[in-house]
């Protein structure tokens, strides 16, 4: 392939598989892949050519997928709720919003290292909490709390939905005067979600 070409070929839209360089005239770089000496393109996006370092690599048109793995931090609203475990709906980990739909089991065993009699005292349905994942086993995310600076972020009163304010170990509710229970996370009520 010629220099001529692959001037006309950066800046453009190429897709997986389709033919970049040969490595005797560039370094390939992140987007690429080289068979029989010859570079191409790895995913969808934009051709980037660079003369000077002699460099080819492919921009992605697509953000890398965003999903759970083990030991992320994610943040999800509480679902269903028994008294040992509780589902959580997770849509974000770290600061970005997950590619999909994904649950975690969040087991009463998993929320400190001292005992907790019922997942009532820790969260409640609807709550917003962050959670650590710790195990991809069967696939299912199984989520624990025991770190610091995680927990419940925001809860809702059971009686009247409204947002409870945190009162060191207590939840109250500035509506109804509600007094609940819950595990909060030391920035209880500060994290945009």
Do not use: W
């Not at 006309?8 to 080289?34: A, C, N, Q």
């Not at 759970?68 to 994610?74: M, N, Q």
Request: net charge positive; hydrophobic share 30%; glycine share 8%.
């Amino acid at each position: 392939m010629s220099l001529k070409s692959q001037e006309h070929k950066s800046g453009k839209l190429v897709l997986p598989g389709e033919r970049l360089g040969v490595i005797e005239e560039f370094i390939p770089d992140s987007g690429t892949y080289v068979k029989d000496g010859i570079i191409y393109s790895q995913v969808i996006g934009t051709a980037l050519v660079d003369l000077v370092s002699k460099k080819v690599s492919v921009y992605p048109l697509v953000r890398k997928e965003v999903t759970p793995s083990v030991s992320s931090t994610v943040t999800g609203q509480v679902g269903n709720a028994q008294s040992d475990n509780v589902l959580v709906k997770i849509f974000k980990i770290g600061s970005r919003p997950v590619s999909g739909t994904f649950n975690g089991v969040f087991h009463i065993s998993d929320v400190q290292e001292r005992y907790v009699d019922s997942m009532t005292d820790v969260c409640k349905p609807g709550d917003i909490i962050r959670a650590k994942v710790i195990s991809n086993k069967n696939k299912t995310y199984h989520l624990s709390t025991k770190d610091s600076g995680l927990g419940v972020l925001y809860a809702f009163c059971s009686r009247c939905s409204h947002l409870l304010e945190s009162d060191r170990y207590d939840m109250k509710c500035p509506n109804c005067g509600n007094i609940e229970r819950r595990k909060s996370a030391l920035d209880y009520g500060k994290e945009p979600v």
